[in-house]
């Protein structure tokens, strides 16, 4: 089911801050930004071999970096999984007991479907399941 690490998730305050020190201190190429503002969020696409890093600047008080930062500082927020189908992931998740935040897709940074699994049901880490076209 799980292709590949698609993307790491790093929460930050400053998003052009953080931009500087992954790319001009790490040497990462910035592939561009976007705001998803069903997700309350402007991202930052700095890819690494296969997989990528996406920084994550809050475009609202109320949105879930805001919130994540708030309670925890600035730091890795998710792990983000390939999957070829999301709709069949969730279903065997779902059927293996984990609990799901989406029980449905939503729209995610880069045009990808995603979806969230609940925490408490994997260890204390906010799993994303990711699948792109």
């Given at each position: 089911m799980i292709g590949k690490i698609d993307h790491i998730g790093i929460a930050v305050?400053?998003?052009d801050e953080a931009v500087k020190l992954y790319r001009d201190v790490l040497g990462l190429e910035l592939h561009g930004t976007e705001v998803v503002p069903e997700?309350?969020?402007r991202v930052a696409f700095l890819p690494v071999g296969?997989?990528?890093?996406?920084?994550?600047?809050?475009?609202?008080?109320?949105g879930p970096i805001a919130k994540f930062i708030e309670a925890?500082?600035?730091?890795?927020?998710?792990i983000a999984f390939r999957v070829d189908d999301i709709e069949a992931a969730l279903e065997e998740m779902k059927a293996k007991g984990m609990r799901l935040i989406d029980d449905k897709p939503r729209y995610g940074a880069g045009g990808a479907k995603i979806a969230f699994l609940h925490p408490k049901?994997?260890?204390?880490?906010?799993i994303e399941l990711c699948e792109r076209k």
């Open positions: 305050s400053n998003l997700q309350k969020v296969d997989t990528e890093v996406e920084l994550l600047e809050s475009t609202s008080a109320e925890k500082g600035q730091g890795i927020q998710h049901s994997t260890g204390g880490v906010l």
